[in-house]
């Protein structure tokens, strides 16, 4: 069994698991009973998972004060959106994101949880790249029939962009499973594509910046070459999280939504300065240079409202595959736009 099918394996059990738990929630947001009773919302906290030297924008809502009286608690980090839709799901924390196709396969694993709003994209500015060394005898698709390309893990967007990648250009199936997925942390793909640990390094924003500056490598695709403007990823409610906690919901999508669209409608170098302030007050020792290379917020839909589109191509593509049967899922199964104060405001 090669390595991609043993990746994809995995993962499906690691989803199934999470599905089967998915009523074990470790504890709920904790709030004092007596600000709880002045609030009229159902929870004053919100548990949550970051990442290293970026702000997300449920982040820059609780800044702008979109959010208030609920905050955000910090409970680590992560670089996997699967894992990080997983740890919903199990309950250690109240909401999370992930690439658009590993909620499908959530959902399709029966965890109950529902996307509510999109939270990044690509666009011409902010896009993942699949890069080799300037010199490599690495043209084509077909080229990658027996590589190694790293991505930060798999099942997830940069998979799922490459397999697409070779699906256009005719590999079979078999012949795309010849194409070895490596999981590497995107701060050292650079490195291991340097080093020749890896044939094919996925570089996005901060870390392709900077591999380009350093030179000697080239693009092989990227995933607005092969899709255009999109919204790639979603944060994730459960559906027990939508049912008890209504109000909680609605003011975490509406606050997000204005901050995805004070990070659109403002000048790059005011939004990459409140960046830059935030990271230094949250005191957590991390570098505030990753985002001076912020461009866009990359989001396709105004407010982060997902498309009909964004999901129904994911899902057709799991179908094709085998790894989901036609009708087992509806669009309604797996999003909402309803709690976005954007809906039905017109185009996006």
């Not at 998915?22 to 004053?44: I, W, Y």
């Not at 449920?58 to 980090?77: F, H, Q, R, S, T």
């Not at 995805?260 to 240079?289: C, G, L, M, T, Y």
């Amino acid at each position: 069994m090669n390595l991609l099918h043993w990746t994809r394996v995995t993962v499906a059990v690691a989803l199934l698991i999470s599905g089967g738990i998915a009523g074990c929630s470790k504890r709920e947001s904790g709030t004092s009973a007596s600000a709880q009773a002045a609030s009229p919302f159902e929870a004053l906290e919100l548990r949550y998972q970051g990442f290293v030297g970026n702000v997300t924008y449920p982040e820059l809502a609780e800044d702008l004060g979109y959010l208030a009286p609920i905050k955000l608690k910090y409970v680590g980090n992560t670089i996997s959106g699967p894992q990080d839709i997983q740890s919903v799901v199990t309950g250690d924390t109240d909401y999370g994101g992930a690439f658009n196709g590993a909620i499908i396969k959530l959902v399709a694993a029966k965890a109950p949880v529902q996307a509510v709003i999109g939270y990044y994209g690509v666009d011409d500015e902010t896009y993942s790249g699949s890069y080799v060394l300037a010199d490599a005898p690495i043209h084509t698709a077909r080229d990658l029939i027996g590589k190694k390309v790293a991505v930060n893990t798999v099942g997830a967007h940069a998979e799922f962009v490459l397999r697409e990648y070779l699906a256009r250009n005719g590999l079979t199936k078999a012949e795309a499973e010849q194409v070895t997925l490596i999981v590497v942390p995107p701060v050292v793909s650079e490195q291991a594509l340097r080093q020749k640990q890896v044939d094919v390094a996925t570089l996005s924003n901060l870390m392709r910046d900077k591999a380009l500056e350093r030179g000697n490598i080239r693009r092989l695709f990227s995933d607005f070459e092969l899709f255009g403007k999109f919204t790639a990823g979603s944060y994730v409610l459960t559906k027990s999280f939508l049912r008890d906690k209504p109000k909680t919901a609605q003011r975490f999508v509406e606050a997000t939504a204005k901050a995805i669209e004070w990070a659109r409608s403002h000048p790059r170098e005011e939004v990459v300065r409140r960046f830059e302030d935030i990271i230094k007050r949250r005191a957590r020792n991390e570098d505030v240079s990753p985002v001076r290379y912020w461009r866009t917020t990359g989001i396709a839909g105004k407010g982060g409202l997902i498309s009909e589109r964004e999901y129904q191509v994911w899902l057709d593509w799991l179908v094709k595959d085998g790894q989901l049967s036609a009708g087992q899922l509806k669009l309604s199964d797996i999003y909402t736009n309803q709690l976005n104060p954007f809906f039905g405001t017109g185009p996006t």
